[in-house]
Protein backbone atom coordinates (compact mmCIF):
# COMPACT_ATOMS: atom_id res chain seq x y z
CA UNK A 1 0.00 0.00 0.00
CA UNK A 2 0.93 3.67 -0.54
CA UNK A 3 1.95 5.63 2.14
CA UNK A 4 1.73 9.39 3.05
CA UNK A 5 4.02 11.20 5.38
CA UNK A 6 2.61 14.78 6.57
CA UNK A 7 5.25 16.69 7.92
CA UNK A 8 5.16 18.65 10.29
CA UNK A 9 2.29 16.54 12.80
CA UNK A 10 1.50 19.89 14.35
CA UNK A 11 2.31 23.51 13.82
CA UNK A 12 1.58 26.74 15.45
CA UNK A 13 1.73 29.75 13.39
CA UNK A 14 -0.23 33.25 13.66
CA UNK A 15 -2.94 35.25 11.85
CA UNK A 16 -1.78 36.54 8.54
CA UNK A 17 1.23 33.57 8.66
CA UNK A 18 1.92 31.84 5.63
CA UNK A 19 2.23 27.96 6.07
CA UNK A 20 3.60 25.42 4.70
CA UNK A 21 2.07 21.69 5.10
CA UNK A 22 3.96 18.62 3.28
CA UNK A 23 3.04 15.31 2.39
CA UNK A 24 5.47 13.02 0.46
CA UNK A 25 4.29 9.48 -1.10
CA UNK A 26 5.97 6.25 -0.45
CA UNK A 27 5.75 5.52 -4.28
CA UNK A 28 4.66 8.14 -7.47
CA UNK A 29 1.05 9.26 -7.85
CA UNK A 30 1.42 11.69 -10.51
CA UNK A 31 -1.15 14.53 -9.69
CA UNK A 32 -3.63 12.22 -8.06
CA UNK A 33 -3.66 13.76 -4.48
CA UNK A 34 -6.01 15.82 -2.55
CA UNK A 35 -5.78 18.01 0.91
CA UNK A 36 -8.59 17.84 3.42
CA UNK A 37 -9.73 20.82 6.45
CA UNK A 38 -11.17 19.72 9.39
CA UNK A 39 -12.42 21.45 12.29
CA UNK A 40 -13.40 19.57 15.61
CA UNK A 41 -16.44 17.62 15.92
CA UNK A 42 -17.23 18.18 11.76
CA UNK A 43 -16.75 16.13 8.65
CA UNK A 44 -13.57 16.69 6.33
CA UNK A 45 -13.70 19.32 3.85
CA UNK A 46 -12.44 18.78 0.51
CA UNK A 47 -9.81 22.08 -0.64
CA UNK A 48 -7.42 20.57 -3.57
CA UNK A 49 -7.70 17.94 -5.81
CA UNK A 50 -5.43 16.66 -8.28
CA UNK A 51 -2.88 18.78 -6.08
CA UNK A 52 -3.22 22.07 -7.23
CA UNK A 53 -6.84 22.19 -8.42
CA UNK A 54 -8.96 23.98 -5.78
CA UNK A 55 -12.19 22.61 -4.74
CA UNK A 56 -15.11 25.10 -5.72
CA UNK A 57 -15.76 27.99 -2.67
CA UNK A 58 -12.47 27.32 -1.41
CA UNK A 59 -10.57 31.02 -0.44
CA UNK A 60 -7.59 31.68 -2.71
CA UNK A 61 -5.36 31.96 -0.19
CA UNK A 62 -5.36 28.32 -0.08
CA UNK A 63 -3.42 26.65 -2.74
CA UNK A 64 -1.40 23.07 -3.47
CA UNK A 65 1.54 21.70 -5.67
CA UNK A 66 3.75 19.41 -6.30
CA UNK A 67 3.48 15.96 -8.10
CA UNK A 68 5.15 12.71 -8.21
CA UNK A 69 6.23 11.96 -4.72
CA UNK A 70 6.39 15.53 -2.65
CA UNK A 71 3.37 17.54 -2.66
CA UNK A 72 2.75 21.07 -0.42
CA UNK A 73 -0.52 22.73 0.76
CA UNK A 74 0.11 25.94 1.32
CA UNK A 75 -1.90 28.91 3.00
CA UNK A 76 -0.94 32.22 1.86
CA UNK A 77 -1.80 34.13 4.55
CA UNK A 78 -3.71 32.59 7.89
CA UNK A 79 -7.27 33.40 9.13
CA UNK A 80 -8.68 32.56 12.40
CA UNK A 81 -10.95 30.09 10.60
CA UNK A 82 -7.58 28.43 8.79
CA UNK A 83 -7.17 26.49 12.55
CA UNK A 84 -8.20 22.91 11.87
CA UNK A 85 -6.67 19.77 11.18
CA UNK A 86 -4.81 18.87 7.28
CA UNK A 87 -4.82 15.67 5.40
CA UNK A 88 -3.51 14.70 2.09
CA UNK A 89 -5.08 11.47 0.83
CA UNK A 90 -4.59 9.45 -2.72
CA UNK A 91 -6.96 6.77 -3.72
CA UNK A 92 -5.24 4.44 -6.58
CA UNK A 93 -8.06 3.18 -8.63
CA UNK A 94 -5.62 0.65 -10.23
CA UNK A 95 -4.82 -0.95 -7.04
CA UNK A 96 -8.23 0.03 -5.73
CA UNK A 97 -6.98 1.53 -2.53
CA UNK A 98 -7.03 4.65 -0.81
CA UNK A 99 -4.94 6.37 2.29
CA UNK A 100 -4.81 8.97 3.95
CA UNK A 101 -1.81 10.90 5.64
CA UNK A 102 -1.64 11.14 9.37
CA UNK A 103 -2.88 15.21 9.79
CA UNK A 104 -1.26 18.36 10.12
CA UNK A 105 -2.56 19.78 13.16
CA UNK A 106 -2.15 23.69 12.45
CA UNK A 107 -2.87 25.77 15.99
CA UNK A 108 -2.84 29.34 16.83
CA UNK A 109 0.57 30.96 18.17
CA UNK B 1 -27.95 20.87 -1.73
CA UNK B 2 -26.33 17.04 -1.48
CA UNK B 3 -27.06 15.70 2.09
CA UNK B 4 -25.76 12.56 3.14
CA UNK B 5 -27.00 11.35 6.86
CA UNK B 6 -25.48 8.37 8.43
CA UNK B 7 -27.19 6.16 11.19
CA UNK B 8 -27.42 3.25 12.92
CA UNK B 9 -24.43 3.47 15.18
CA UNK B 10 -24.26 3.03 18.73
CA UNK B 11 -22.55 0.92 21.47
CA UNK B 12 -22.20 -3.15 20.35
CA UNK B 13 -20.73 -5.62 22.11
CA UNK B 14 -17.37 -7.40 20.79
CA UNK B 15 -17.87 -10.08 18.31
CA UNK B 16 -21.32 -8.33 17.61
CA UNK B 17 -22.36 -6.92 14.44
CA UNK B 18 -24.20 -3.88 13.06
CA UNK B 19 -25.63 -2.02 9.84
CA UNK B 20 -24.86 1.48 9.62
CA UNK B 21 -26.73 3.37 6.39
CA UNK B 22 -26.62 6.43 4.87
CA UNK B 23 -29.84 8.67 2.77
CA UNK B 24 -28.40 10.39 -0.01
CA UNK B 25 -30.17 13.43 -1.38
CA UNK B 26 -29.68 16.47 -3.45
CA UNK B 27 -27.80 14.51 -6.50
CA UNK B 28 -28.31 11.61 -8.48
CA UNK B 29 -27.68 8.68 -6.13
CA UNK B 30 -27.11 5.74 -8.88
CA UNK B 31 -24.58 7.41 -10.86
CA UNK B 32 -22.39 8.49 -8.04
CA UNK B 33 -19.85 6.24 -6.27
CA UNK B 34 -19.73 5.90 -2.67
CA UNK B 35 -17.18 5.62 0.21
CA UNK B 36 -16.90 5.13 3.85
CA UNK B 37 -14.28 6.42 5.85
CA UNK B 38 -14.01 6.15 9.66
CA UNK B 39 -11.94 7.89 12.64
CA UNK B 40 -11.03 6.83 15.88
CA UNK B 41 -11.55 9.08 18.85
CA UNK B 42 -8.76 11.70 18.38
CA UNK B 43 -7.24 9.96 15.42
CA UNK B 44 -6.77 10.38 11.71
CA UNK B 45 -8.94 9.04 8.33
CA UNK B 46 -9.42 5.77 7.15
CA UNK B 47 -10.61 4.53 4.43
CA UNK B 48 -13.33 1.64 4.68
CA UNK B 49 -14.42 0.81 1.13
CA UNK B 50 -15.97 1.99 -1.66
CA UNK B 51 -18.85 0.86 -4.41
CA UNK B 52 -19.22 2.16 -7.66
CA UNK B 53 -22.18 3.28 -9.49
CA UNK B 54 -24.35 0.05 -10.93
CA UNK B 55 -23.36 1.83 -14.62
CA UNK B 56 -19.99 1.36 -13.50
CA UNK B 57 -19.74 -2.33 -12.40
CA UNK B 58 -21.56 -1.84 -8.95
CA UNK B 59 -18.48 -3.62 -7.16
CA UNK B 60 -16.70 -3.34 -3.98
CA UNK B 61 -13.35 -2.54 -2.82
CA UNK B 62 -12.18 -2.62 0.36
CA UNK B 63 -9.22 -1.41 2.72
CA UNK B 64 -7.09 -4.78 3.15
CA UNK B 65 -7.67 -5.40 7.15
CA UNK B 66 -11.43 -5.08 6.22
CA UNK B 67 -11.84 -7.36 3.39
CA UNK B 68 -13.95 -10.25 4.99
CA UNK B 69 -16.09 -8.39 7.99
CA UNK B 70 -17.37 -5.04 6.15
CA UNK B 71 -19.88 -5.38 3.29
CA UNK B 72 -20.76 -2.37 1.32
CA UNK B 73 -24.49 -2.44 -0.73
CA UNK B 74 -26.48 0.18 -2.44
CA UNK B 75 -30.17 0.41 -2.97
CA UNK B 76 -30.84 2.62 -5.42
CA UNK B 77 -34.39 2.71 -5.43
CA UNK B 78 -33.91 4.17 -1.75
CA UNK B 79 -30.96 6.39 -2.27
CA UNK B 80 -29.37 4.64 0.42
CA UNK B 81 -25.82 3.24 1.11
CA UNK B 82 -25.01 0.79 3.51
CA UNK B 83 -22.14 -0.64 5.95
CA UNK B 84 -22.73 -4.09 6.86
CA UNK B 85 -20.00 -4.73 9.84
CA UNK B 86 -19.29 -8.35 11.21
CA UNK B 87 -17.25 -9.81 14.37
CA UNK B 88 -16.82 -6.26 15.90
CA UNK B 89 -13.56 -5.32 17.60
CA UNK B 90 -12.91 -2.40 19.79
CA UNK B 91 -10.27 -1.08 17.65
CA UNK B 92 -13.76 -0.59 15.14
CA UNK B 93 -14.66 2.08 17.57
CA UNK B 94 -14.87 5.02 15.09
CA UNK B 95 -16.62 8.02 13.50
CA UNK B 96 -18.02 6.47 10.35
CA UNK B 97 -18.40 8.92 7.34
CA UNK B 98 -20.50 8.19 4.01
CA UNK B 99 -19.12 10.20 1.09
CA UNK B 100 -19.45 10.67 -2.41
CA UNK B 101 -16.50 10.47 -5.04
CA UNK B 102 -15.91 13.84 -6.85
CA UNK B 103 -16.16 13.64 -10.59
CA UNK B 104 -14.17 16.28 -11.14
CA UNK B 105 -10.72 16.96 -12.07
CA UNK B 106 -8.30 14.57 -14.08
CA UNK B 107 -8.21 11.88 -11.74
CA UNK B 108 -12.18 11.48 -11.60
CA UNK B 109 -13.37 9.82 -8.46
CA UNK B 110 -10.16 9.47 -6.70
CA UNK B 111 -11.35 12.42 -3.81
CA UNK B 112 -14.30 12.99 -1.24
CA UNK B 113 -16.08 16.08 -1.68
CA UNK B 114 -19.08 15.33 0.15
CA UNK B 115 -19.10 13.79 3.66
CA UNK B 116 -21.86 13.11 6.21
CA UNK B 117 -21.61 14.24 9.71
CA UNK B 118 -20.64 10.56 10.80
CA UNK B 119 -22.58 8.01 12.95
CA UNK B 120 -20.15 7.10 16.40
CA UNK B 121 -19.80 3.47 16.60
CA UNK B 122 -18.83 1.90 19.72
CA UNK B 123 -17.41 -1.28 20.41
CA UNK B 124 -17.59 -2.12 23.64
CA UNK B 125 -18.18 -5.08 26.71
Known amino acids: AIQLTQSPSSLSASVGDRVTITCRTSQGISSALAWYQQKPGKPPKLLVY???SLESGVPSRFSGSGSGTDFTLTISSLQPEDFATYYC???????????FGQGTKLEIK | EVQLVESGGGLVKPGGSLRLSCAASGFTFSNAWMSWVRQAPGKGLEWVGR??????????DYAAPEKGRFTISRDDSKNTLSLQIKSLKTEDTAVYYC????????????????WGQGTLVTVSS
Open chain 2, 99 to 114: TTHSRSGYHRYAYFDN
Open chain 1, 50 to 52: DAS
Open chain 1, 89 to 99: QQFNNYFHECT
Open chain 2, 51 to 60: IKSKSDGGTT
